[in-house]
């Protein structure tokens, strides 16, 4: 990908997990960081454990109550096999490395390009309550290394 830059030169790219968190505490954190554009990029959005965080449900909160538009890309989420082996596993460099091979299978550059488009402060949601071993931190670093003026911001 050429070094394709955002219409206004900065791209705060913030990333936020929902575990450990409710719904106050994480609407909050969004609203404070003016975030206008939430990526939910869980393979699976739609299980009735995950309370407010539910898809259906977390695309209401978020663009009824708070202004933030939402999305669903499970292009950016690793396979269920690659997520599984590292749930069994704990294999943290192996799941690093299988999972960069895929985002660079993926059209991410182009889909996230897209997305962007006229938007200062993006989020990428998963569940971990932590960015340390997760893979929104992998995707937020992959697109940065493609993508020129985008600063990465774990909240």
């Given at each position: ?12 790219l913030y ?5 450990k ?11 404070n ?10 393979i699976?959005n ?6 407010f ?8 909160f978020?663009e009824?109550?708070?202004n ?18 590292y749930?069994?596993d704990?294999?943290?460099?192996s799941?690093?490395n299988d999972?960069?091979?895929i985002?660079t299978?993926r059209p ?10 006229n938007?200062?402060n993006?989020?990428?949601l ?8 997760c ?9 940065s290394g493609?993508l ?8």
């Amino acid at each position: 990908m050429d070094n394709w830059s955002y219409s206004n030169n900065k791209m705060n790219l913030y990333t936020i997990g929902t575990n450990k968190k409710n719904a106050e505490d994480f609407f909050a954190i969004l609203t404070n960081n003016k975030i206008e554009k939430l990526l939910d990029i869980r393979i699976n959005n739609k299980s009735q454990l995950l309370g407010f965080s539910k898809g259906q449900d977390l695309k209401y909160f978020c663009e009824r109550c708070h202004n933030i538009k939402y999305e669903h890309i499970p292009l950016f989420a690793p396979t269920k096999e690659l997520l599984k082996r590292y749930q069994k596993d704990h294999d943290w460099p192996s799941y690093k490395n299988d999972f960069i091979r895929i985002l660079t299978s993926r059209p991410i550059a182009q889909i996230f390009q897209k997305i962007a488009e006229n938007s200062s402060n993006i989020c990428l949601l998963c569940s971990e309550s932590q960015s340390d071993k997760c893979h929104r931190k992998l995707v937020a670093e992959y697109i940065s290394g493609l993508l020129k003026n985008i600063k990465i911001s774990h909240l």
